[in-house]
């Protein structure tokens, strides 16, 4: 199993005349619910002692990592904005003491690389309580779902979909799922024949791969992004190229549309304004920005 550095990525050499940036969780791999509600909300409520508002808890981060514009967030900016939408919500903030999520906020904003590496430095550094807890929630939540979460399958058509890409297009893993659970699941199943690099958090953001490895070595027209999140839209928005949204809850669907209408499309001379318009219209109406409770 490889690991990646950022050298592979500052280094890539083109083969194809198009570029294909792939992320991983709740895109190519049925891992979004399950991981979300099995390991990562109730580590949440175990670690901060939060029992007596489970049900706000699991409603704030459902809203956070699954179901709004927030969706696909790195773990600790998704913490983060867990904490501050139950700060910010009486009936979780009067029954129980909440963290306080300023120090957290500021290492989200810092420009660093959003990974355990980072925040232990940080927590270190710094020695605020708050990133020294959530780098243990963030240290446990990877060997727990190491160790009892069921390998996830790839969403039906996604495995089609890398191997007619592979034939056509350059194409690497862009992701912020952390790199012991990303190389896991695309070497398990034998998927990282595929693609040319695997990219976490550890190699920086998402706009930071693409910088590395796609951008000024293609026209923007000839770079397509594939996501399932807000934040995959937003990247491509801000290196000016394609995005294919993954919808939510309609993954089989945007693989075959993928493969029969808008990778032929991308191909041709990219998407046209209008198709993209469509695209991106269509994905934004499933992510709401404000939460049902408020």
Avoid at 153 to 181: K, R
Avoid at 203 to 225: C, E, Q, T
Wanted: charge should be negative.
């Amino acid at each position: 199993m490889k690991e990646f550095t950022k050298d592979d990525l500052i280094n890539f050499l083109p083969r194809f005349g198009t570029f294909v940036g792939i992320d991983s969780d709740g895109c190519v791999f049925d891992t979004m619910e399950a991981k979300q509600k099995n390991h990562f909300h109730p580590a949440i409520i175990r670690n901060w002692k939060l029992e007596a508002i489970e049900p706000q808890v699991r409603a704030a981060a459902e809203f956070t990592y699954l179901y709004s514009t927030f969706r696909g967030l790195n773990r600790f900016l998704g913490l983060c904005k867990t904490f501050e939408l139950l700060n910010d919500w009486p009936e979780a903030r009067d029954r129980a003491t909440l963290p306080d999520p300023t120090d957290l906020r500021i290492y989200c904003d810092s420009g660093l690389p959003l990974s355990n590496a980072t925040l232990k430095a940080e927590a270190e550094r710094t020695g605020s309580p708050i990133l020294a807890e959530a780098y243990g929630w963030s240290i446990a939540l990877n060997i727990d779902i190491d160790k009892n979460m069921p390998d996830p399958p790839p969403f039906d058509g996604a495995v089609e979909a890398l191997m007619l890409i592979t034939e056509h297009s350059d194409a690497i893993v862009i992701s912020q799922t952390q790199a012991v659970s990303l190389l896991k699941d695309w070497y398990r199943d034998d998927l990282a024949k595929y693609v040319s690099v695997i990219a976490g958090p550890e190699l920086g953001s998402k706009i930071d791969h693409f910088n590395m490895a796609a951008v000024n070595r293609y026209p923007s027209n000839a770079i397509l992004m594939i996501g399932d999140a807000p934040g995959d839209l937003a990247t491509a928005q801000a290196i000016g190229c394609n995005f294919f949204p993954i919808n939510p809850g309609h993954e089989t669907e945007s693989w075959r549309r993928f493969i029969d209408e808008a990778y032929p499309r991308f191909l041709s001379d990219g998407f046209s304004e209008e198709y993209q318009h469509q695209l991106n219209h269509e994905f934004k109406a499933l992510l709401p920005g404000t939460p049902p409770w408020k």
